[in-house]
C-alpha cells in the first residue's frame, strides 16, 4: 500500500486505555512513533499486510549525474608510482 502523494488526517477519540498502553508499548519495542505503529496496525487491519520500508522520504532518490560518476572514477582510479 503506497502512501497517497496527500495524507488524509484523522482524529480518533474514545481510544480504550488498554489499546493506548499497547500500542505505546510496541512503539517503544519497535523504537517507532505511535503515529506510524498505528498506522502499520491499521493497514494490517485492513490490507491484510504491513507496509513495505520506504526510505526515500528520508534519503531522497537517487539521480542520476554523470559529472558526479566522473568524478568517483577518476577518484578510483590507482597512481601506481605511489604505491611502489
Known amino acids: 500500500m503506497k502512501q497517497q502523494a496527500e495524507s488524509i488526517q484523522y482524529t480518533i477519540r474514545g481510544v480504550p486505555r488498554e489499546v493506548d498502553?499497547?500500542?505505546r508499548q510496541r512503539a517503544?519495542?519497535?523504537k517507532q512513533s505511535l503515529n506510524r505503529v498505528i498506522l502499520d496496525e491499521l493497514t494490517?487491519?485492513?490490507?491484510?499486510?504491513?507496509q513495505r520500508a520506504d526510505f526515500s522520504d528520508l534519503a531522497g532518490r537517487w539521480t542520476p549525474d554523470r559529472a558526479f560518476d566522473e568524478t568517483l572514477a577518476a577518484q578510483r582510479q590507482i597512481d601506481w608510482e605511489k604505491w611502489k
Open 44 to 50: 494490517v487491519a485492513t490490507a491484510g499486510r504491513r
Open 28 to 30: 517503544a519495542r519497535r
Open 21 to 23: 498502553h499497547i500500542l
